[in-house]
């Protein structure tokens, strides 16, 4: 869905250090298209709130289209991500 947007075009580039490996993570995938993340990062971005409104326009996008890619901890991540997100915008 969001082709050539990432978290980068969003936000900036990344600054600082990585120092646990959840920042690794994300430094790793910051610069990557949205539609090109896993589902397990999507839901992490919504979770953490970083560039929280177009990871849930992603989340949703893949949730209505495409089939889940097994790299969430554990089955339906992605959508209690999405769901938490949407109850707070409320």
């Known amino acids: 869905m969001a082709m050539g947007l990432s978290v980068s075009t969003i936000i900036g580039p990344w600054q600082?250090?990585?120092t646990t490996?959840?920042?690794q993570r994300y430094r790793d995938s910051w610069e990557?298209?949205?539609c090109d993340l896993?589902?397990?990062m999507v839901a992490t971005y919504i979770?953490?709130?970083i560039a929280e409104i177009k990871m849930c326009e992603e989340a949703e996008?893949?949730?209505k289209n495409k089939e889940r890619d097994d790299t969430e901890y554990f089955d339906g991540q992605l959508l209690e991500a999405l769901v938490d997100c949407r109850k707070h915008a409320k």
Do not use: P, T, V
């Open 32 to 34: 990557i298209s949205l």
């Open 21 to 23: 490996g959840l920042m």
């Open 38 to 40: 896993s589902d397990l």
């Open 47 to 49: 979770n953490q709130k």
């Open 16 to 18: 600082g250090d990585a």
């Open 61 to 63: 996008f893949r949730l």
